[in-house]
């Protein structure tokens, strides 16, 4: 089981904060096939918010065939984000932690490092398309 | 599916002064609808109208179907829990819920029961010596055992602890996902909606300034940022809502349907926050027309 939380200054909303949080779960292995998600009720009690925010949410995942909701019994995990890319997760990220460490080590402050980031991955966009 | 809450030109007058005026709404069932704006500007006079406890001077007002407090059965349908979450600070808590059951004939008497266990405190106790927390809890019990179709809450959170609020309104949103209900909550804080609406109505020096569901609205606002300039050569697509110019930098918020194409705009996302004060700061007079006559009054229309 996963727990939603929602940022109430990032500016994106609500609903699509629980649809990324569901698809980032799935696309690292937290959540597999069958897993069930948490239910309205639940989410609604501990994020105290709109039930049909929620519902959206578990709608959109249903439409992208990642959930299926089971009247009564609640919604469940059909179809995983994780491909075989999975295994490769873990040397990419300590791939990264060395990165990390080096950038610090060359000076460069958190900000630089993201904007760092975002413009190679940009880069690296443009160079596929 | 009825309205909620429906109204046609609908105005409220004391002696001279208009509390609410020209109001023309339409707030669905089965939502939660947050009321937003700052103090004075009739949001307890709409909503003492929805209750039946005012009578419209001008206009009709519709709840759930009927004029406001017309028989028992009308009563029936709508709570109202009103400013400061009032209780009788004499009586018990056990006092509340017997009155509770006298009065109401849907009463849900389990319901009261679990939901003041749940606050874990004595029946005996007389609410004068309630917390403001636990007061508006149990206000908030007392409204949903009643069963009703509707919910008005009037600035329910304003006078709770930022903790006392949350609690409160996880249990609301909880009741919202029990049971079938339709919520109207107001608050002149919008940051304590945000969450729980998915309507949004705001009312400005009497009268409605925007109206509509809250995804609708977050995905036609955007802020636009850019080097300054005048909104003249704003396309004509895009509404202006609020401009702010330094000598260098122009801010607007615009309204549009389709996407910003002009490359010069950093465009970002706006919290519903911003999006209703920006409609707020908007002067009145703005309303009638803008000096500059191409990018037109912003459109208030209510959203379907």
Avoid at chain 1, 61 to 67: A, Q
Avoid at chain 2, 34 to 57: H, M, Y
Wanted: with cysteine; glycine share 10%.
């Amino acid at each position: 089981m996963i727990e939603f939380s929602l940022d109430g200054r990032s500016g994106v909303s609500p609903y699509l904060q629980v649809v990324h949080q569901v698809r980032q779960a799935l696309r690292l292995g937290l959540l597999r096939e069958g897993d069930q998600l948490p239910t309205v009720k639940d989410v609604v009690a501990t994020l105290a918010i709109n039930p049909n925010t929620v519902l959206k949410a578990y709608r959109e995942l249903e439409r992208d065939g990642l959930v299926t909701a089971r009247p009564g019994v609640g919604t469940f995990v059909t179809r995983t984000l994780a491909d075989d890319s999975l295994a490769a997760h873990e040397p990419l990220r300590r791939e990264l932690q060395r990165w990390l460490v080096k950038a610090r080590a060359a000076g460069v402050d958190d900000e630089s490092i993201e904007a760092l980031f975002r413009s190679a991955f940009r880069g690296g966009q443009r160079g596929v398309a | 599916m009825t309205a909620a809450i429906a109204t046609d030109a609908l105005g409220k007058r004391y002696r001279r002064r208009w509390a609410l005026s020209d109001c023309t709404l339409d707030i669905p069932a089965g939502r939660v609808t947050g009321l937003v704006g700052q103090n004075g500007a009739g949001k307890s006079t709409l909503l003492n109208l929805a209750a039946g406890l005012l009578r419209p001077t001008t206009g009709t007002i519709e709840v759930c179907g009927g004029r406001p407090a017309t028989d028992a059965a009308q009563l029936a349908k709508v709570g109202f829990v009103a400013q400061d979450t009032p209780t009788y600070a004499g009586l018990s808590i056990r006092d509340h819920l017997r009155l509770g059951a006298r009065l109401n004939p849907g009463w849900d008497e389990s319901l009261a029961a679990s939901r003041v266990e749940r606050l874990g405190l004595d029946p005996g106790q007389k609410t004068g010596r309630l917390s403001g927390g636990q007061r508006a809890q149990l206000a908030l019990a007392l409204g949903l055992a009643k069963r009703p179709e509707l919910l008005i809450l009037d600035e329910p959170v304003a006078s709770l602890d930022p903790f006392a609020r949350r609690e409160f309104l996880q249990v609301l949103m909880e009741a919202v996902a029990e049971q079938e209900l339709s919520v109207v909550l107001s608050s002149h804080v919008v940051s304590d909606l945000e969450r729980v609406c998915d309507h949004v109505v705001v009312l400005v020096d009497s009268q409605v300034r925007l109206a509509g569901e809250v995804e609708a609205l977050l995905d036609t606002h955007h802020r636009l940022t850019g080097p300054r300039r005048t909104t003249r050569e704003m396309p004509r697509d895009q509404q202006v809502v609020s401009e702010r110019h330094t000598d260098r930098q122009t801010t607007l918020v615009v309204r549009t349907e389709g996407p910003v194409l002009d490359p010069s705009w950093t465009v970002t996302q706006l919290g519903l926050e911003d999006l209703v004060l920006s409609y707020m700061e908007l002067p009145t007079s703005d309303l009638t027309g803008r000096g500059d006559g191409t990018t037109g009054a912003p459109s208030l229309e209510v959203l379907k």
